[in-house]
């Protein structure tokens, strides 16, 4: 008598598998869920970044070691490095780039 069977209506099993489906679904949409608003920032700044980019010319763009064609794969690593909480490549870094003032240049004013 080490061990002691309790019997119980095969319904009542099937009834608890059922409720262990519906916890374990309701586990994984509030996950999704909950992950929507940082997927969508993220999506924001990687269209943002590539208008950034976008907006450069092509000169400005070879001297960060980029041609226009990298533009997407660029936006798209540069977040998906810091989620994953590595460091992003060096030209992903430019996620926030803001206009400078013109450098007065004494040669330019005579």
């Not at 008598?1 to 119980?8: F, K, L, P, S």
């Not at 489906?21 to 969508?40: C, F, I, N, W, Y």
């Not at 269209?47 to 001297?63: K, N, P, T």
Request: hydrophobic share 50%; glycine share 2%; aromatic share 0%.
């Amino acid at each position: 008598m080490n061990a002691i069977h309790t019997v119980q209506n095969p319904l009542d099993i099937l009834i608890r598998a059922r409720h262990m489906q519906e916890d374990a679904l309701l586990t994984v949409l509030g996950r999704a869920l909950s992950a929507l608003p940082k997927m969508a920032v993220r999506a924001l700044r990687q269209a943002e970044l590539r208008r950034q980019l976008d907006a450069l010319d092509d000169h400005l763009l070879a001297d960060i070691g980029l041609h226009r064609s990298d533009i997407p794969a660029v936006a798209a690593r540069s977040y998906l490095a810091q989620d994953a909480k590595h460091p992003a490549p060096q030209a992903a870094e430019l996620h926030i780039l803001q206009p400078t003032a013109p450098v007065a240049d004494a040669r330019l004013a005579a």
